[in-house]
């Protein structure tokens, strides 16, 4: 079983706002690094550290730690964004790595 | 621009090694880890372990009694075995550049670049 734990299905309405969570004592160490993964192709870190995005993400994308909970937020949902969505991060002891069990966005 | 190009064998009958190496093109080999990553159909995904330039090396504790990882610098590359494998080791799997970055208050380990996955299948 996973350290780190996702709802499994979200649904946000086109343009609105949508918060996708994580949950782990690791949380409390480490920020989690977030991951975008459509059908078919490999996954993409959208944000990683306390809010950082990589090249080439839209700004859309945020992330924020309060305790041991991680969040994801998508500020104007896109079509596009439909996919999979998992955190991961370094587990308590710091010698491996432990991912959620992954968040289903659909945009209504 | 750098890559990650994975390739190994992709049938495989239970009982046998799975066998897959992934090759680093551009880009600092030393300054990372390197994991091997795998997704089951219509599952989420499962980190199998991680190894540096130097041999470090850390297994997920559910696979470790099966998996070895190396690495060869010369090449850039870095290898995966996972024996005895079964139908349920039927997955894509990645290869993954993972980052640490510790700093006071802040410590922070992310993938940054994935391999483009090799579907692996283990049948009778």
């Known amino acids: 079983s996973s350290e780190l734990t996702q709802d499994p299905a979200v649904s946000v309405a086109l343009g609105q706002t949508v918060r996708v969570t994580c949950q782990g004592d690791s949380l409390r160490n480490y920020f989690a690094s977030w991951y975008q993964q459509k059908p078919g192709q490999a996954p993409v870190l959208v944000i990683y550290?306390?809010?950082n995005r990589p090249s080439g993400i839209p700004d859309r994308f945020s992330g924020s730690t309060s305790g041991n909970t991680a969040s994801l937020t998508i500020t104007g949902a896109q079509a596009e964004d439909e996919a999979d969505y998992y955190c991961?991060?370094?587990?308590?002891?710091?010698?491996?790595?432990?991912f959620g069990g992954g968040t289903k966005l659909t945009v209504l | 621009q750098v890559q990650l190009q994975q390739w190994g064998a992709g049938l495989l009958k239970p009982s046998e090694t799975l066998s897959l190496t992934c090759a680093v093109y551009?880009?600092?080999?030393?300054?990372?880890?390197w994991s091997w990553i795998r997704q089951p159909p219509e599952k989420g995904l499962e980190w199998i372990g991680e190894i540096n330039h130097s041999g470090s090396i850390n297994y997920n504790p559910s696979l470790k009694s099966r998996v070895t990882m190396s690495v060869d610098t010369s090449k850039n590359q870095f290898s995966l075995k996972l024996s005895s494998v079964t139908a349920a080791d039927t997955a894509v799997y990645y290869c993954?550049?993972?980052?640490?970055?510790?700093?006071?208050?802040?410590?922070?380990?992310?993938?940054?670049?994935w391999g483009r996955g090799t579907p692996v299948t283990v049948s009778s």
């Open positions: 993954a550049r993972g980052g640490i970055v510790v700093l006071p208050g802040a410590l922070y380990y992310y993938f940054d670049l």
């Open positions: 551009g880009g600092s080999f030393s300054d990372y880890y």
């Open positions: 991961n991060s370094r587990d308590s002891s710091g010698n491996h790595v432990v």
């Open positions: 550290g306390k809010n």
